[in-house]
């Protein structure tokens, strides 16, 4: 089938598994659900709601969402501290925007999510990475970098992180908040995976609720995992002095509201208990994915001096290759075995000896082929050294 | 009725006529268009429009855009050279993003629409305006301008133009883009009136077609007065080598492309006719309402010293005002009479004693008496000097 609306075609498993897709499977697409939340949205008569938008998304919308997320958080979300965007890179693009100049630093974890940095670059901005631990950002290694730097911001994925599927521990929030004040610089929280841990998971809670002079940290969350990429929708999480800015900047005094029909569309999502059920059968789907993953890597791949962490939710599990195995020499040999992947270095310098593997798109079968040939790959490489 | 869905209340007439809101009117709003179009789209069984979408905008819907353009321009359009946007504003942010760094100088027309003027600002991009003409922008002056300083891009509104209703003459067009090559700069041409001149005009093209050399232009189109502001859908028409670096950026490559859905549900609306249909009733009813703000002018307003210019489409009327009154003096006896405007320093220093009048959202009734109300406050002031 030649491609259509996607943004690149996904080859089928006998041209190559491309483990590099962080894209739900389209069978995880909710296809049903949003017709019908659809139905009921063009069903209203007010024609108003095709008008230029409320600026932070219609306040019954931000209401309906405040609901959701209390719920899932199990924690209070006031709805005049969520302002609606079309996911999580158009916020980052907002706060690079609004609250930095071309030139200003910012950091990022390392390693950290590709194409945030790729982002941060595009605006010019400057970006170092400061080394993760098991438990999240190497807190010693941020002070020192602290005294020394100036940075607007600090970008962190703190719950299953990509690549890594690291959780930052509670007391690293505590003491990242606390570096906040201390160096005065915003925590932009990309919390895109935080409703995405594995059922009975329970981590701890997003970055907002650490921030408790509320001054410093946007937490900003999309519905393009837990509902559908092309909606094109999510928001900030984030005290009303930080939404102000943004608020009353001149894009939205001229354009209004972000996405305010497909608002609709998941406000009534919401409402029907369909976003719920979605999310709900979508960790049990992901966990699924990831076990199966893992099952597969231990047989095939830990066999010969490959390891891997188990993530406690998201898309990918990072594995380290065996001693001396540098994933982007291994790229070449891998696409000839019918086998693709994203190479450690798109993340951070640090990890040339590993590669991550995402779960979301294949199903069982072909996850076990693509490892498979992985394996086969691993061997080829080390057999020609 | 309490607002719901709106950016903000707008006045009903025993209150205030509002003639700032540069909105469509409710009555202007196509809902029952907009739902048969829904209808349409979420009735296809591909679960894949509901994936990251192709960046540029999925090739069908931009093959069917061209057509419309095509037809609509009188000229053939590409539709390798269209890139779907969330409208003028967020097409404003992404070049700005892309090819300015903080700091770089912009120019705009003097007047020019008060809100770009702002979200340059907002990319922390210095402004200078040049003086335009009756047919658009002093070429003299704007080459002095050129031999001094070094702008990355200049802004324009070349038809119909937002607040003079004036449109840039062909020979100036040519001119324009001839210095842009001279002197190096991007050509910025918000279009946003283009296809709202009114029945039986015939200006001329739109900028890219002045440029065939194809290196210089963006035109930045919408949708949001041609259909509904909600919809958050618009295009660039550029040529390859300036869309290059969009498709390329690390925020497409991150969410794929902009409302894939709505472009699906706009895709249904120009396939069926009822966006040519809707078009040409609004270059109509936007003709009449027109007509009759001027009617009401030439009545209550040359009679006490004003004059105005008839434009030639769009959503608005430029009165200059008796010698010696000022807009931003009279606009507080004007709210006094419970009518309002925008003053003309929004738009440029120069402009002091002109402000700006929409005719796009109040009907004929409300129109009159805002006029009348206008009138009065203009008597008052003069009576009080």
Chains 1, 2 share one sequence.
Not at 100 to 129: M, N, W
Not at 182 to 205: M, N, Q, R, S, W
Not at 283 to 310: A, D
Not at 325 to 334: F, P, R
């Amino acid at each position: 089938m030649p491609i259509k609306y996607g943004q690149y075609t996904v080859p089928k498993v006998d041209e190559e598994v491309n483990f590099k897709v962080g894209q739900p499977s389209p069978a995880m697409l909710p296809l049903d659900y949003i017709r019908k939340s659809a139905a009921e949205k063009f069903a209203e008569d007010d024609p108003n709601y095709l008008q230029y938008g409320d600026i932070p998304g219609y306040k019954e919308f931000r209401v309906a969402l405040a609901g959701f997320l209390t719920q899932e958080y199990g924690a209070p979300v006031d709805p005049d501290e969520l302002f609606v965007t079309n996911g999580v890179t158009g916020g980052l693009a907002m706060i690079a925007t609004l609250f930095c100049h071309s030139g200003d630093l910012v950091l990022a974890e390392d390693p950290s999510y590709f194409l945030a940095l790729r982002i941060f670059e595009d605006f010019k901005l400057t970006c170092h990475q400061v080394p993760i631990e098991k438990d999240g950002i190497d807190m010693v290694a941020l002070e020192e970098l602290l005294k020394k730097e100036k940075p607007k911001m600090l970008y962190t994925v703190p719950t299953a992180q990509n690549p890594t599927g690291r959780t930052l521990s509670e007391e690293k929030r505590k003491k990242l908040v606390e570096l906040a004040y201390k160096y005065d610089f915003l925590i932009v929280a990309d919390e895109v995976y935080h409703l995405l841990t594995f059922p009975g998971v329970h981590g701890p809670l997003p970055m907002p609720y650490y921030d408790t002079k509320k001054e410093k940290v946007f937490s900003v969350g999309s519905f393009s995992k837990i509902l559908a990429p092309a909606l094109r929708l999510g928001w900030f999480q984030a005290p009303k002095s930080l939404l102000k800015p943004i608020i009353d900047c001149g894009m939205f005094d001229s354009s209004g509201g972000i996405n305010p029909v497909m608002s609709g569309v998941v406000h009534k999502a919401i409402d029907s208990g369909l976003q719920k059920k979605h999310l709900d059968w979508t960790r049990g789907e992901l966990h699924t994915r990831c076990k199966h993953l893992m099952e597969c890597c231990t047989k095939y791949l830990v066999p010969i001096g490959c390891s891997f962490e188990e993530p406690l939710g998201g898309y990918f599990v990072l594995l380290k290759l065996p001693d001396g195995v540098i994933s982007t020499e291994l790229l070449d040999v891998a696409v000839a075995n019918k086998v693709r992947f994203l190479p450690g270095t798109s993340f951070g310098k640090a990890y040339a000896g590993y590669l991550r593997l995402s779960f979301s798109y294949y199903n069982s079968a072909d996850i076990d082929v693509g490892i498979q040939r992985l394996g086969e790959a691993i061997k080829q490489l080390q057999a020609k050294k």
